[in-house]
Structure formats: structure tokens, C-alpha cells
């Protein structure tokens, strides 16, 4: 079974922080995604990498940054975190762009 | 620009029932479709992704439909069971790019 874990369940920051959220997966997958998940807006996408030190721009990518070192860990960087992005965080893999993807437990965050 | 419905937001229905949930596309130039399922504050599980040459795939209790023409896909769920219980996204892929397109899901309610 394809694994897809991150780091934290929960995660309280203050404004200000830089915060890192990672991602593992064990299946060898070339593409993994950041989403975001707000209560009314759904799911966005914050990045996409589809190879190691490759990435592409999602839908809101501004406040953002991610690290792709290595095939299986994909990190999302927020510099300077806001309470506006207090969301829960997901991330996502799969072996071709547009193929099935497998999402981790996803992330709490909360900035105060 | 591609928009996907899902009607009805909300949906709750007896132990035992079968059941289908809809989804509904603007552009018939997809790559594939999605369906997951979200339990409360969880990441999402894949259920069933079908190609856009599919008109359907099955999985257990689990049916997915196709129509590319009229721009919908159905879950039908069979024998439904408690443990159902979830939100129920679909997404789409297109052929231009790879991003998933989602609905807002329906929140499924399975009552003993």
C-alpha cells in the first residue's frame, strides 16, 4: 500500500514563524502536491513538484516556498506565517501528473 | 473554465439503502475523474478514478459512471453501512493541464 505521511496532525505557530510542513512517501512517486483545505473554498493547490528540485506554481503560491531534495520528501516552507493561513494542509502523490493520488492524514495548522 | 457541481450537499439516508451521488462537469474534455472519500478531519482516501475512454469502474460496493457527452459521473453505493459515513469528493483532470479540478463534495450520513 502506497504511504503517504507528514509530519505533524497538529501544529500551533505564531505570526511571524517560519514554519515547515513535510511530506514522506514510499511508493517511489515522481509528482507530490500541496494542498490547502478551507471550510467554502474547498481544495487549492499550493505547489507541485514532479521531480526532484522541479516544481510548478499552484493556484495560490504566494506566502509560500516548497523543497523537493529528495524523491520522496517534498516540504512546504511558510516564511513568515499569517493567521490567514491557518488551514489544514494536505499532501498528495502520485505516479504520473494527472494519475491517481494518495494523500497523507493532512496538518492542523493553526497561527495565532 | 472548467467547474464541477456536486448536488447535493448533503445527504442522509437509512442503513441498507443504495444510494448515488452525482457530480457534474462543464467541459467534456477531461482526462480522468476522481473520487475520494474524507472522513472528519482526515486526509482523503482515492476510491475509484476513471479514464476518460471508461464509462465505468467498480470497486466492492462501489460503482463509478462516466457520460463525457453530458458532463456527469454518478457513485452508486450499494448496501450502504454506517461506516459509509463521510464526505464524498469527485475531481477532474483535464487534457490541457494537470491540475485537479474539485467539487465541494456531499456529506454522506448513514443512520442505523
Known amino acids: 500500500d502506497v504511504k503517504v505521511t507528514q509530519s505533524s496532525r497538529y501544529l500551533v505557530k505564531r505570526t511571524g514563524e517560519k514554519v515547515f510542513l513535510e511530506c514522506v512517501q514510499d511508493?517511489?512517486?515522481?509528482?507530490m502536491f500541496w494542498y490547502r483545505q478551507d471550510p467554502g473554498l474547498g481544495l487549492r493547490l499550493i505547489y507541485f513538484?514532479?521531480?526532484?528540485?522541479?516544481?510548478e506554481k499552484g493556484d495560490i503560491p504566494e506566502g509560500y516556498s516548497v523543497s523537493r531534495e529528495k524523491k520522496e520528501r517534498f516540504s512546504l516552507i511558510l516564511e513568515s506565517a499569517s493567521t490567514n493561513q491557518t488551514s489544514m494542509y494536505l499532501c498528495?502523490?502520485?505516479?504520473?501528473?494527472?494519475?491517481?493520488?494518495?494523500f497523507g492524514p493532512g496538518t492542523r495548522l493553526t497561527v495565532t | 473554465k472548467q467547474e464541477v457541481t456536486q448536488i447535493p450537499a448533503a445527504l442522509s439516508v437509512p442503513e441498507g439503502e443504495n444510494l448515488v451521488l452525482n457530480c457534474s462537469f462543464t467541459?467534456?474534455?477531461?482526462?480522468?475523474l476522481q473520487w475520494f472519500r474524507q472522513d472528519p478531519g482526515k486526509g482523503l482516501t482515492s476510491l475509484l478514478l476513471?479514464?476518460?475512454s471508461q464509462r465505468e469502474q467498480t470497486s466492492g460496493r462501489l460503482n463509478a459512471s462516466l457520460d463525457k457527452s453530458s458532463g456527469r459521473s454518478t457513485l452508486y453505493i450499494a448496501a450502504s453501512q454506517p461506516g459509509d459515513s463521510a464526505t464524498y469528493l469527485c475531481?477532474?483532470?483535464?487534457?490541457?493541464?494537470?491540475?485537479?479540478?474539485w467539487g465541494a463534495g456531499t456529506k454522506l450520513i448513514i443512520k442505523p
Open positions: 498528495a502523490s502520485s505516479w504520473t501528473e494527472r494519475g491517481e493520488q494518495y
Open positions: 511508493m517511489d512517486h515522481e509528482n
Open positions: 513538484s514532479y521531480d526532484v528540485k522541479m516544481k
Open positions: 467541459d467534456s474534455a477531461i482526462y480522468n
Open positions: 476513471i479514464q476518460s
Open positions: 475531481a477532474v483532470s483535464l487534457d490541457s493541464n494537470y491540475q485537479l479540478i
